[in-house]
């Protein structure tokens, strides 16, 4: 991502919703709500927590992309995606990462 332009994203950010962590996501951009994060094979057995608390997310104002392995050989597909969700948030929120 940074070496496609995007800033850093900060790894492992803690969500925190009524003083309690609800959830670490891989990585984000928390000042435009804006995460993402990698659902390797494990993830198979837990799709219900997992879609659970991004639902969760999505009503605090958070979108969440997700990665998978497949996704893994377009990595620009992924850059312009969070370009996508990054201007489109910039241009809503009048703010900056």
């Known amino acids: 991502m940074v070496s496609c332009g995007l800033p850093e994203p900060r790894i492992n950010w803690s969500v925190v919703i009524g003083g309690e962590i609800v959830c670490r996501l891989d990585l984000a951009y928390p000042l435009l709500k804006i995460g993402a994060e990698y ?4 993830h198979a057995e ?3 927590h997992d879609e659970e608390r991004r639902k969760l997310l999505r009503n605090e104002g958070w979108e969440v992309l ?6 893994l050989r377009h990595p620009h597909a992924i850059v312009s995606r969070l370009r996508q969700v990054r201007n489109e948030r910039m241009l809503r929120n009048s703010a900056r990462w």
Not at 39 to 42: A, M, P, S
Not at 66 to 71: A, T
């Open 39 to 42: 659902d390797g094979d494990w």
């Open 46 to 48: 837990t799709v219900e």
């Open 66 to 71: 997700v990665v998978r392995k497949e996704d």
